[in-house]
């Protein structure tokens, strides 16, 4: 494989069309659920997004068509432009998963330090400064300074905080 | 004359120590914000919007207005500095701006970029303080139909507008008003498109939307190209500055003309990068050395500069006088006040004159604020753009994250914040326009309910929506504007079948 391969433009267009138009099927078909006729209060809950709905779709159709008509043999990103983009969305949906359980304080070091260290190769020294610090700082600004709580973990129940 | 009195009266408000100290603070955050990769001006305010619920309405407001401002400012200093627009209305600027950088003359061209930003946005008040309230006591006498009618007039135009294609921004668009009916049906009580997920009762909030696809999708973007090195250096002194106004008014008919293009661009939603892109245009077919554009015009610099802040600061206009947003950032910060508690729309000028007022003052005083604190704190500035992407990314991902959390202060919104942002990454690379997504979102209740209120009023009759002079007019004009690609092609066809 190449550097200079990657999925075509073409390819994620239809994928965006398609994707854009099924949510438009899944607006009409909850708004069928909440009624889309006239009830006693007038239009029904369904009424306005039935039709939001099916223009989604209709206009997904047209982009659809122009996707397939339309190729200019463009990629969409190398592979490897997409695993650079991957490394950090991976990354990021595990920090966010694992923010319920353990706080943002004690996810966001690790978070930090995963991404400075791995992607950027940082040394630890710094590492670690930025990593401890980011989280303290915000610590301070925004529940001492700004009264706004965040989620808190183990960790943060045995520092007493 | 009563205005005037209003005006000083919010002067007076604006002026407190509390509030300057908010101002310097804003003005300070939104340079910074306008020149990190990935924090945009409508994402850095939606971050720190939750940091002010504490405070007095008014105070918040000027803070964040500001952070807007100094966003519009920072733009410029990556793009002439290193060629890189911090915002994309501040991509025209590297068009002339770089070039003259990398002759030597950073500090010229950044003197002329914030001194016209600053001329722009002083006109868009002005023009603020003397129609707002006008069109705010004009729309009072609104009903239904016509609140929908401007809406609907909002939402052609960027079909008409934008340079996306039109069946994109429509989709685009229309996904935004879906996702603002998840939830409780406002009118009828009814819950509707939850589909059994407890978490959605309350609907999309438009916040983790920005944050989303401004933030996490604009990181995803710049992470394509990896964790590139890249820097630069940059002095402005006294001498360049004083020297580059004395150049200046010779380019007065490009400075008003941007104005003029900057205010038409924000009233109406189109926003500051077309604006600053048509402005370019225009200057480089209508200036005397036109034909040395791109290589190091001033006037290159100025013609977009103007009209990027004049549109940003009109994009005001709207929002507080008819609670229609302008652009993604006057949304966010209509948001704002809702969830401060205040009503945005005509009635703000009736009963919230301290707040009104107050704002439109601190928009003259932020943006003098604004002009001294870039073009005395240039280089530090600059020295933050040193600072790799390897440090700032993972810090302003964590930054989105505690952003979206503070909102409604749940995870399953921070969750939501990493959907929406893979979904911008995807919707930006295969050119769909983001900015009528997240209005439709804010907005989308507040349409379906004057169109839904129109109709229970006409019995379902659509006849209710051209009932009278002034509704057809706005209607007419949305549908000239939705239409407007398409008449402009029919007009150059039959001006070339004539010839």
């Known amino acids: ?161 | 004359m009563e205005e005037l009195a209003n005006l000083f009266h919010g002067f007076a408000v604006a002026l407190q120590p509390y509030n300057i100290m908010l101002m310097i603070i804003g003005i300070t955050l939104g340079v910074i914000i306008g020149v990190l990769p990935g924090l945009g001006g409508a994402n850095g305010v939606a971050i720190l919007l939750p940091l002010t619920f504490s405070m007095p309405p008014t105070s918040a407001i000027i803070m964040l207005s500001c952070i807007y401002w100094g966003a519009l400012f920072g733009g410029a200093i990556t793009s002439i500095l290193f060629n890189i627009p911090g915002e994309p209305w501040s991509v025209a600027t590297t068009f002339d701006g770089y070039p003259m950088a990398q002759q030597g003359r950073p500090g010229e061209a950044l003197t002329a970029a914030f001194t016209s930003s600053f001329v722009g946005a002083l006109f868009a008040v002005i023009m603020i303080t003397l129609v707002a309230p006008l069109v705010a006591g004009f729309a009072l006498r609104f009903g239904p139909a016509e609140k929908f009618a401007v809406y609907f007039l909002a939402f052609c135009s960027f079909v008409g507008l934008s340079k996306e294609p039109p069946f994109k921004t429509i989709a685009a668009m229309m996904m935004g008003f879906a996702l603002a009916a998840v939830g409780l049906d406002s009118i009828t009580g009814q819950l509707r498109l939850t589909f059994g997920v407890t978490e959605l009762l309350n609907g999309f909030d438009f916040l983790i939307a920005v944050i989303g696809l401004f933030g996490i999708g604009e990181i995803l973007l710049t992470m394509e190209e990896g964790l590139a090195f890249r820097g630069g250096n940059a002095t402005i002194n006294l001498r360049v500055v004083l020297q580059t106004w004395r150049e200046l008014p010779a380019y007065w008919i490009t400075s008003l003309r941007s104005c003029l293009i900057g205010c038409w661009m924000g009233v109406t939603p189109a926003g500051a990068t077309p604006a600053s892109f048509m402005s370019y245009g225009i200057a480089k077919r209508l200036a005397r050395r036109g034909n040395n554009f791109g290589k190091g015009e001033i006037e290159g610099v100025i013609a977009p500069e103007t009209a990027a802040h004049a549109a940003g600061t009109s994009a005001l206009l709207p929002m507080l006088s008819l609670g229609v947003p302008g652009s993604p950032t006057a949304a966010v910060l209509l948001g704002g006040l809702l969830i401060w508690g205040l009503q945005p729309g005509p009635m703000l000028f009736v009963e919230q004159k301290e707040f009104v007022w107050g704002l439109i003052a601190s928009m003259y005083l932020g943006n003098l604020a604004g002009l001294l604190v870039v073009l005395t704190c240039v280089p530090l500035f600059a020295a933050i753009l040193r600072v790799p992407f390897g440090i700032i990314a993972p810090l302003i991902l964590v930054l989105c994250a505690i952003g979206a959390y503070s909102v409604h202060n749940s995870t399953f919104d921070v969750m939501l914040m990493l959907v929406f942002g893979v979904l911008g990454y995807l919707l930006k690379k295969c050119n769909y326009p983001l900015a009528p997504l997240v209005l439709a979102i804010v907005l989308g209740d507040k349409a379906e309910e004057a169109f839904r209120q129109s109709l229970l009023g006409s019995q379902g009759s659509l006849g209710v929506f051209f009932s009278n002079g002034l509704v057809s007019t706005i209607m007419a004009l949305g549908l000239v504007a939705l239409f407007w690609s398409a008449i402009q092609e029919g007009y150059s066809r039959l001006r070339t079948s004539m010839a």
């Open chain 1, 1 to 161: 494989m190449t550097e200079r391969s990657g999925p075509t433009h073409k390819t994620l267009e239809i994928g965006m069309a398609l994707l854009i138009g099924m949510f438009g099927l899944v607006a009409i078909y909850g708004s069928l659920k909440a009624g889309i006729n006239w009830g006693a209060e007038g239009p029904r809950a369904g009424f306005f997004p039935f039709y939001v709905g099916a223009t989604i779709v209709g206009a997904s159709a047209i982009n659809l068509w122009r996707a397939r008509r339309d190729d200019d043999g463009r990629l969409f990103a190398t592979w490897g432009q997409l695993r650079q983009v991957m490394s950090v969305v991976v990354p990021t949906a595990i920090y966010v998963g694992s923010m319920p359980f353990i706080g943002l304080y004690v996810a966001s070091m690790v978070f930090i330090a995963w991404f400075m260290r791995w992607l950027g190769g940082y040394r630890w020294l710094t590492t670690i400064a930025v990593a401890v610090g980011m989280p303290v700082l915000t610590y301070l600004v925004f529940e001492r300074w700004f009264l706004v709580p965040l989620p808190k973990g183990p960790f943060e129940e045995w520092l007493g905080l």
